[in-house]
């Protein structure tokens, strides 16, 4: 594999898919919590309407209660917000490998072969994330 398609096949590739994953979960983390505060806010609104028949209430607040438990339970086993900041640090990781690398500072600097330096810290960043992923999956289990 050449160094150019090495950039462009695994380092581009694997920031565009750490962002599209991050900004996708950071989506879905505040769209929960978002959704968490709103339903808890309208409980005790439902709640002192006077004017609404006592049962009417009562179903609104459970179905209400219910959602925000539903949400905020989903929210804990998917880990949104964990992976969403695995993620964009991943993203980040391997554009500042490549930054460095493209204007052959830091540990580029003076190397005669700086591509066979480049490949070991990237793979080693996509490894620690996998790594990560993999602890995760069996924790689950």
Known sequence: MTEEEYMKERIDGQIGWYERKSAR???????????????????????????????????????????VSGISGITAVMKFQDKWTKYRLSAEMLTHEKMLYNTRTGPYMGQEDPFKLLVPKVENIIAEETAGWNEYVKREE
């Open 25 to 67: 979960n950071k989506k879905l983390t505040h769209w929960s919590k978002g959704l968490v505060i709103a339903f808890s806010v309208f409980i005790p609104v439902i709640a002192g309407f006077t004017w609404l028949t006592e049962s009417f209430r009562l179903d609104i607040t459970g179905i209400l209660g219910a959602l």
